[in-house]
Each structure stands twice: as C-alpha cells, then as structure tokens.
C-alpha cells in the first residue's frame, strides 16, 4: 500500500511539473512537439489530401521545427505555406510538397529536379559551393521574381551557413525546365538535372512560384550525415 501511494504520488508530481512547465513558457519545446505532433496530424486527417502521399513523419516534423522558430523570429510573410522537398526520395517520385498552415491542405505535390552533380536517380551528394552544381540541403526563405534564361524564377536565401547560404551568390533559384517533366522519365528513367536548382515541371512552375514567392519557407532534406548531424535548425 505504502508503495502504491509513492507511485501515485511521482506519477501527480510528475504530471503537475509537465503541466507547469508547457504551460509557464509557451515558446517551450514541449509546446513546439505539441504543436508538430498535432499538425502533422492535421495533415494526415485532412480529407482534401486523401490522393496525396505526404511526406515522412520525420521529415515533415523537421519542416515545421523550422517554420515554427522563423515564425516567432517574424521572418514568415503571414499565410504562407511550408515547402517541403525531400530529396531521399529517387526523381521519378513526386517529392515536393507545398502544405497550407492553416488547415494542413496539401496545395501542391509534384516532380522536382536536383543538380546534375548530385547523382542520377538519386540525389546522393550536396554543396554549398559555386559551380559543383549540386544541390544543397537546409532552409530557405524565397525572394523575389524575376525573368532569367529559365523564364520567370524565384530566387532563394539559404539560411543555413555552410550548407546553403551561398544560395543567392550561385544562383541557385526556382524555375521551369522541360527536363524536369513526366516524358523526361519515360525516355531516360530519370528526371533531367539542374546546375544545382530545384528545378520544377515548365507547365507548373509559374503557379508554384506565385504560391510560394515572397518570404515563405522552404526545407530541402537529404540522407546527409553531416547535415543532419550539424543543421542549427533540426539540432536546436
């Protein structure tokens, strides 16, 4: 009996310290989980996205840990949505995802290329380095637009230093490409690659573009161990 009472005893200490400790600092990291816990929840119950594979729990749950902290940093322009790529994912998958934050509504789920020296199939290497034409990892806010060799583009800061910063200095942008189509992977088995852009369907790309232009977030994921392992973002 003694014992059973020291039990209940942790287990309501316990639960009224947990209590005071989400509650007592809403910016807290139980709050971020609770929030990433229950948004991703809301995009796998939303009925509008029933057609749509979503991304990874994991790699879902990074997006939102980052879109969380540049929100309260009021970096976000309000009502934009999170851009998710997941380049794990070999190019003949549709592996770009743009999630309204608001419901969970998946907006957009296509075909996206990585740079030429990233891999073939797979995007297996990345870099933050002028001309290795790769693709790099990490956050991006997205800028301007403007009218370049690729038509109109959307031109991206990289936010992680290191992995992606030099984004804007090695023109590393959003845009239309007819390589990065489905009748691409029907003759070579593969999308076409870029010189290191996240390159998008030509049919599309003006629309996406408009949907994420301005001041909304971008995450581009990898199976990269120095990453994962440095990102001041997922480590915070």
Known sequence: MRKLTLVFILLLGSS?????????????????????????????????NMDNAIPQREILSFGIKGYLMLKEEGKISPGKPL??????????????????????????????????????????KFSNINSSYMSSLGFYLTGETYQGKHGYSLRLD???????????????????????????????????????????????????IDMIKEQSLLFIYGKDKEYLGKSAFLNA
């Open 83 to 124: 851009t998710v790529i997941d380049f794990s994912l070999p190019s003949t998958a549709k592996r770009m995802w743009i999630i309204d934050m608001q419901d969970g509504m998946i907006l957009h789920h296509g075909l996206v290329s990585h740079g030429r020296n990233s891999g073939e199939l797979m995007a297996q």
């Open 16 to 48: 009224i310290s947990t209590y005071f400790f989400v509650n007592s600092s809403p910016s807290s990291i139980l709050k971020e989980l609770s929030f990433e816990n229950h948004f991703i929840e809301l995009v796998s119950s939303n009925t509008a």
């Open 158 to 208: 990289g936010l992680e230093k290191g992995f992606n910063d030099k984004a804007r200095e090695r023109a590393i942008v959003i845009h239309g490409a007819d390589y990065a189509h489905e009748n691409f992977i029907k003759q070579t088995g593969r999308l076409g690659r870029s010189l290191g852009c996240p390159a998008l369907p030509n049919e599309i790309a003006d629309e996406i």
